[in-house]
């Protein structure tokens, strides 16, 4: 994989001034007509606004050209509340990870994954952009690394989107898919994820359904979530077909079984009328049996739901494996029988720092 320091400067010396003014960035193109008028522009000024900051991805008020220079040099101290590029790393398969600097100092990453047309030639038939919703995260899962690398706090509305916006820069290709599986447990920061999840889908153009919120379960959240009646894919990271096992796992899930895991998840569907995607980390000799498949079964029998297997991958921290491939199809093999929906992810970007948290703990 290779990787490009880039020398980037941010002004630390009073971070807090940045907060007393809100960031435009989030904001809908009402929000922002209010705002150009309350600042002595005509309405029609709004919308070009919102499409500086969104289709043409601006990152200060003072380059956009269609506005006076005078108007411009009056508000140029007003954030847009775009992150600054730290460092960029590209994996042979065209996989690009990103670590971004916060206007705080924080440093979070975010992932651009292209999905090209068959042949590896050509337009890139998908893009793909992996968000962070925290500065680390607090649920500690045994073997994430993200879990590692301890919890700061949590993102802002426009300090998601920017993540967004910056991979459709570098990549000079609109995103098409979002997935909320980055640093960070998305249902401990519900406001700003929901604001940004409205924001990606009016504002930046993409669609419901191909926006993804993954979390690892929170009691009651699920439940709170699934009032917004969202048309998102909902993945719940289950990694463990019984209780005892997740509970080793999943720090958050000793006080928070899986039977209730399970049973807000059915309260999703009936809410929502959307199936629920389980995610479930293959782990070498911890999960990976075909005892665990069947078990892991006869917990979704009659669930409307679809399972993504995700194969280990490692990192220092801990000595868990990946299982080998015919341990993974075996695993596939048991669920096709019991008729259960499965996929296998393979990650992408494996050469280094692969798993999210490892680059930013190598760069920080």
């Keep these: 994989m290779s990787a490009t320091p880039l020398v980037s400067q941010v002004d630390l010396h009073n971070p807090e001034k940045s907060e007393l003014i809100p960031p435009l960035l989030g904001c809908t193109v009402a929000e922002l007509t209010t705002w150009v008028q309350q ?44 992150s600054i590029l ?31 047309a068959e042949g590896g030639e050509g337009p890139k038939a998908r893009l793909t952009v992996c968000v962070s919703t925290q500065v680390g995260c607090p649920m ?14 949590n993102l802002a509305r426009h300090e998601i989107i920017d993540q967004v916006l910056t991979v ?38 993409i669609g419901a359904r191909s926006l993804t919120v993954s979390t690892v379960g929170i009691r009651d959240r699920i439940r709170q979530f699934a009032q917004n009646h969202l048309q998102i894919t909902l993945a719940v990271s289950l990694h463990a077909p019984n209780q005892a096992l997740r509970a080793k796992l999943i ?37 990976d049996l075909p005892e665990h498949a069947l078990e892991l079964s006869k917990c979704l029998r009659g669930f ?48 280094a720092d692969a798993a999210c948290g490892q680059l930013r703990a190598s760069k920080n």
């Excluded at 609109?174 to 700003?192: A, D, I, Q, Y």
């Excluded at 928070?256 to 895991?261: N, Q």
């Design 168 to 205: 459709q820069e570098d990549f000079q290709q609109r995103v098409t898919n979002v997935v909320f599986m980055g640093l960070g447990e998305p249902l401990l920061n519900t406001e700003n994820v929901l604001a940004a999840l409205k924001s990606l889908n009016q504002d930046v153009g």
């Design 140 to 153: 500690a899962c045994d073997f994430c690394a993200t879990g590692k690398g301890g919890y700061k706090r």
């Design 304 to 351: 409307q739901s679809h399972v993504n297997l995700i194969p280990y991958n490692p990192i220092q921290e801990v000595d868990y494996k990946r299982p080998n491939r015919d341990r993974i199809q075996a695993f596939v093999n048991v669920l096709k029988q019991q008729n259960i929906a499965v996929t296998v992810r393979y990650s992408r970007g494996l050469e």
């Design 86 to 116: 730290h460092y960029r790393s590209v994996a042979p398969d065209g996989t690009v990870k990103y670590l971004l600097l916060l206007t705080d100092g924080q440093i979070i990453e975010t992932v651009g994954i292209p999905t090209f």
């Design 251 to 287: 720090p958050s899930a000793r006080t928070y079984p899986l039977e209730d895991l399970l049973a807000e998840c059915r309260e999703y569907v009936e809410i929502t009328g959307r199936r629920v995607t389980f995610e479930y980390v293959l782990l070498a000799g911890v999960n």
């Design 39 to 82: 600042h002595g522009q005509p309405a029609y000024r709004g919308k070009q606004l919102h499409e500086w900051i969104y289709d043409k991805g601006v990152r200060s008020l003072s380059d956009i050209s269609v506005f006076s220079k005078q108007w411009r040099k009056e508000v140029a101290e007003i954030p847009i509340g775009r």
